[in-house]
């Protein structure tokens, strides 16, 4: 249910992650073995004893609001402070490449225009500060201000 709020938490620079239909089980165990936070749109996995004493720590988030309205109250309950953007895909760090090295790779009028670019060092991905990236940037900026 939180997908949108996982891409919104990893453009605000956090490692995010999110899986379709997972497992209440699988999914604390993953969250213990990974240090995580369980952000649950449904309060049930909340009520389990393990979570009530933060093993691991879980965080309702009402699921009727839009994801950027979501990841607004989050920064706030959690007093989490911006970093650098992460793979909107994957959750993956983003390292800048040489322009050089992604010639063949980038359409040509970006790779014409743009000098900077990054890839993901989990997934590969290739990514550019674009017009996508900027409107993303836009509306963190927007969020930061409120
Ligand atoms: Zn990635």
């Known amino acids: 249910m939180l997908k949108g709020l996982a891409r919104w938490l990893r453009a605000y620079g956090y490692d995010a992650s999110w899986t379709y239909g997972i497992d209440d089980q699988v999914l604390l165990e993953q969250a213990r073995r990974e240090g995580r936070i369980v952000l649950t749109a449904d309060g049930g996995i909340l009520r389990l004893r393990s979570v009530r ?63 900077e670019f990054y890839r993901c060092l989990a997934c590969g991905q290739l990514f550019w500060p674009g017009t996508h990236y900027r409107r993303i940037q836009q509306q963190l900026k927007f969020l930061e201000l409120e």
Not at 88 to 95: F, Q, R, S, V, Y
């Open 53 to 115: 004493r933060g093993d691991p720590p879980g965080w309702k988030v009402g699921h009727e609001k839009p994801p950027l309205q979501q990841l607004q109250d989050l920064v706030k309950e959690l007093g989490l402070a911006r970093k650098a953007i992460r793979c909107m895909g994957c959750g993956g760090e983003l390292k800048r490449v040489p322009k050089q090295s992604v010639r063949e790779e980038a359409p040509p009028r970006t790779f014409a225009w743009l000098d």
